[in-house]
């Protein structure tokens, strides 16, 4: 039976929804061998670097990634970047075919004086920051401050926010990375404004995250009901399902408003980033807003407006996402996930995504290359592989178990090795 080899660089969600869907798509007239690359020690992308940490539900969509993993004809090679020793064309010389899934890691910039000011950061830095992600355990963050600004109205903004804005001991039965945790219970904010340049109608948010809101037990939020009313009027008599929703979740908000805790979050719309204040350090944000111009002054400012794509040598980017038409890049190079369509959906959206994109590439697979084998290439990478992943992840979740946490992430990748046995 014809056995085809597919490389898949890149073992977030949108990977592995790629080999599930390669799984499904095996019959008796062919069959797949699949090749999981990832540059980090460790799999499951967002899922483990990006997801909030008191959102631990989110996370149990790991549990797939495994099953997809125990298949016979998969392969994982963590630690191992693509790019630089190894180059994407070898890969395309090797395997049938490449599929790029390697996401947006790299946050988009305001374009507004002051946005390079020290206290001035990207989502992009503060979320694997506090998810223990080997390459952002030590940035600096300033949390001497009473007030963090948070730019963006989207999920990842809000994800922020809830972060700066919880009491911290909260976090303490989560895999929040525990130099995060000691250093969030050292923070001196108590505000943490989270803007929109739009109306309540326009906001991305979606609305289970407005939901959990009012639900926190140790932080005020508040939402101004003028605000939400307005947006409502605006929205018109029909608005579409999840403006609705989430225009509902706000006049929700508004109507539960609290101010006995010590920590606030403040909704701000219709203010949009004019300049970043201060000599050496964060010291204010100037806003346009309908009124005039608004300034609040702060310490830490955290833009969450939106992610790029990083760039692989040999694989064209444009916009922030790698040059595709519905998947297809070029020859027998594929892209699914954010790298393809930008940063867009929740977790599950990879799924259709990426079974879409596999439809082509079996589709344009005519006959076998042969013995597509990444291992071949392999000379000074010190591989993590499914067994020693296994034994990373066994490891983490009893030091967690102690301390009646989901787990306690490794970060350094000594330790990774140490613990592998590689
Ligand atoms: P997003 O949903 O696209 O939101 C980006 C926000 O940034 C928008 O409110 C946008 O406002 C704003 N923005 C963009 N450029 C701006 C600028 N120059 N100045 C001010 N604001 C600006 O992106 P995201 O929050 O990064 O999330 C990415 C994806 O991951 C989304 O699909 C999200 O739902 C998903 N996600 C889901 C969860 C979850 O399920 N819990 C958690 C995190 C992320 P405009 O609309 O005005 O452009």
């Given at each position: 039976m014809p056995l085809f080899t597919i490389a898949i660089v890149g073992a977030g969600p949108a990977g592995y929804f790629a080999a599930q869907a390669l799984h499904n798509l095996q019959n008796e007239e062919r069959i797949f061998a699949i090749d999981m690359i990832e540059r980090l020690p460790t799999p499951w992308g967002l899922v483990r670097s990006g997801v909030a940490p008191d959102h631990p539900k989110i996370k149990t969509v790991a549990k797939v990634f495994e099953k997809i993993a125990a298949d016979p004809n998969f392969r994982l090679f963590a630690n191992v970047e693509i790019g630089s020793e190894i180059t994407v064309e070898q890969l395309q010389e090797k395997y049938d075919a490449v599929v790029i899934a390697t996401g947006s890691s790299l946050g988009k910039t305001l374009g507004i004086p002051g946005e390079n000011l020290l206290g001035s950061m990207s989502a992009a830095d503060f979320v694997p920051w506090y998810n223990a992600h080997p390459d952002f355990a030590d940035i600096q963050v300033l949390l001497n401050c009473d007030t963090a600004v948070v730019i963006g109205a989207g999920n990842v903004a809000m994800d922020v926010a809830r972060m700066l804005?919880?009491?911290?001991?909260?976090?303490?039965?989560?895999?929040?990375?525990?130099?995060?945790?000691?250093?969030?219970?050292?923070?001196?904010?108590?505000?943490?404004?989270?803007?929109?340049?739009?109306?309540?109608?326009?906001?991305?948010?979606?609305?289970?995250?407005?939901?959990?809101?009012?639900?926190?037990?140790?932080?005020?939020?508040?939402m101004n009901k003028a605000d939400v009313e307005a947006a409502v009027v605006r929205a018109g008599a029909e608005p579409e399902k999840d403006v609705k929703s989430n225009l509902d979740a706000m006049l929700l908000i508004a109507d539960s408003q609290k101010s006995e805790h010590e920590r606030t979050?403040?909704?701000?719309?219709?203010?949009?980033?004019?300049?970043?204040?201060?000599?050496?350090?964060?010291?204010?944000?100037?806003?346009?807003?309908?009124?005039?111009?608004?300034?609040?002054?702060?310490?830490?400012?955290?833009?969450a407006i939106g992610y790029q794509a990083a760039g692989i040598d040999g694989v064209p980017y444009e916009n922030g996402k790698v040059v595709n038409t519905d998947g297809r890049v070029k020859d027998n190079l594929y892209v699914v996930g954010w790298a393809k369509r930008g940063p867009s959906g929740v977790i599950g959206t990879n799924k259709s995504d990426a079974a879409a994109v596999v439809e082509l590439i079996v589709s344009d697979l005519t006959s076998p290359k042969?013995?597509?084998?990444?291992?071949?290439?392999?000379?000074?990478?010190?591989?993590?592989?499914?067994?020693?992943?296994?034994?990373?992840?066994?490891?983490?979740?009893?030091?967690?178990?102690?301390?009646?946490?989901?787990?306690?992430?490794?970060?350094?990748r000594e330790d990774f090795q140490k613990i592998a046995g590689v």
């Open positions: 804005a919880l009491e911290p001991s909260e976090l303490d039965t989560t895999d929040t990375a525990d130099h995060a945790i000691a250093a969030l219970k050292t923070s001196a904010i108590r505000d943490v404004y989270i803007s929109a340049r739009r109306g309540p109608e326009h906001a991305a948010f979606t609305s289970p995250e407005l939901r959990e809101l009012p639900k926190l037990e140790h932080t005020n939020v508040v979050m403040h909704f701000l719309f219709q203010h949009t980033p004019k300049e970043i204040l201060g000599s050496d350090k964060v010291e204010g944000i100037v806003y346009s807003t309908p009124e005039g111009d608004v300034t609040i002054k702060c310490g830490l400012i955290v833009t042969g013995s597509g084998d990444i291992s071949e290439l392999l000379t000074n990478q010190v591989v993590i592989d499914q067994f020693a992943w296994q034994k990373i992840n066994e490891a983490e979740v009893a030091a967690g178990e102690a301390k009646s946490k989901p787990r306690i992430k490794l970060i350094k």
